[in-house]
């Protein structure tokens, strides 16, 4: 069984959004990431991955990003627990608010960083340079 998470890569003037997690989080804390959560069971459901990253992102940093999110790429990977994940990341298009840490227990910090400073930062995980190229690919493609 996997667990599926979906991230939001968010950009407003050329620079993405970026949150360092939590010290307390299981699962890479401390370390830079986009904003992102586990996708809840709803029974029968429409649109849930796209629905989950926009809440997210507003329960998490306190934006709202516009309805139209664009798949960007999956992958997977095992928690530092040892759990299976499938994730999912969506570009999305900033609508409005300002980012600030709104769970504590999630996020640490938030910034607004372009994609040179995200691939040259201590903190920037392998995944997230990855998500963040594949982001930019489809942005230079449109």
Known sequence: MFIV??????????KWLIIERSKKEEHAGGLLSLVGGKVEQEG???DILERTVKREILEEVGLKVK?????????SFLTDTGENVV?????????S???V??????VEDVFWLTTEEIVNHPKSPIYLKQSIRHAELL???S
């Open 5 to 14: 998470n979906v991230e939001g890569a968010v950009r407003k003037n050329d």
């Open 44 to 46: 029968n459901s429409l």
């Open 67 to 75: 309805d139209s999110l664009t798949y960007v790429h999956s992958t």
């Open 87 to 95: 994730n999912i990341v969506f570009l999305c298009e900033y609508e």
């Open 97 to 99: 608010g300002e980012a």
């Open 101 to 106: 840490p709104k769970s504590p227990d999630e």
């Open 139 to 141: 942005i230079s493609k």
